[in-house]
């Protein structure tokens, strides 16, 4: 009884160490491809014609100015270092926080703008210790407290 346990569990973790790890790849290939094929076909993904779409064009000045707005909502922000930017301005408050960038579009003065937003909370157990008073505690310092945006 024993032995047959043991067996039951080296012998499975033996045979994926020894034959499958080293050829991993290779095994799984046709469950993989399986895998893809089902995903495609339940997705209805496997009905799209694809089309060679020639990207040979130059840019030039009139390109441009055709296609002006995309080019005004280009994002130039990666939401990561954005976040990292918005916590470091907010550094003098440490009982602020940002917890995330979101990327929204609004309609601004000029036309359809895309924009990042981050909610600026309130993290109360951040406060100093001399500001940790039952106001601060519970009437003042008990929800967000404003949003940054950047264009």
Same mark, same amino acid.
């Given at each position: *009884?024993?032995?047959?346990?043991?067996?039951?569990?080296?012998?499975?973790?033996?045979?994926? /160490? %020894?034959?499958? /790890?080293?050829? #991993?790849?290779?095994?799984?290939?046709?469950?993989? +491809?399986?895998?893809?094929?089902?995903? /495609?076909?339940?997705?209805?993904?496997? !009905?799209?014609?694809?089309?060679?779409?020639? &990207?040979?064009?130059?840019?030039?000045?009139?390109?441009? #100015?055709?296609?002006? &707005?995309?080019? #005004?909502?280009?994002?130039?922000?990666?939401?990561?270092?954005?976040?990292?930017?918005? /916590?470091?301005?907010? %550094?003098?408050?440490?009982?602020? #926080?940002?917890?995330?960038?979101?990327?929204?579009?609004?309609?601004?003065?000029?036309? !359809? !703008?895309?924009? *990042?937003?981050?909610?600026?909370?309130?993290?109360?157990?951040?406060?100093?210790?001399? +500001?940790?008073?039952?106001?601060?505690?519970? %009437?003042?310092?008990?929800?967000?407290?404003? *949003?940054? *945006?950047?264009?």
């Amino acid at each position: *009884m024993l032995a047959a346990g043991i067996a039951a569990s080296v012998v499975p973790d033996l045979y994926q /160490r %020894l034959r499958v /790890r080293p050829d #991993e790849l290779r095994l799984e290939r046709p469950y993989l +491809a399986d895998n893809i094929a089902m995903t /495609r076909t339940a997705y209805g993904l496997d !009905r799209i014609v694809p089309r060679p779409f020639p &990207a040979e064009q130059k840019l030039d000045a009139a390109a441009v #100015e055709r296609n002006r &707005a995309t080019f #005004e909502n280009v994002r130039l922000w990666d939401p990561q270092p954005l976040l990292d930017a918005y /916590r470091q301005l907010q %550094l003098i408050r440490t009982y602020y #926080e940002f917890h995330d960038v979101d990327v929204d579009r609004y309609d601004l003065p000029g036309g !359809r !703008r895309q924009v *990042m937003l981050a909610a600026r909370e309130i993290n109360a157990g951040l406060l100093p210790d001399n +500001a940790r008073t039952w106001v601060n505690q519970r %009437l003042q310092f008990t929800h967000g407290f404003g *949003m940054v *945006m950047s264009p």
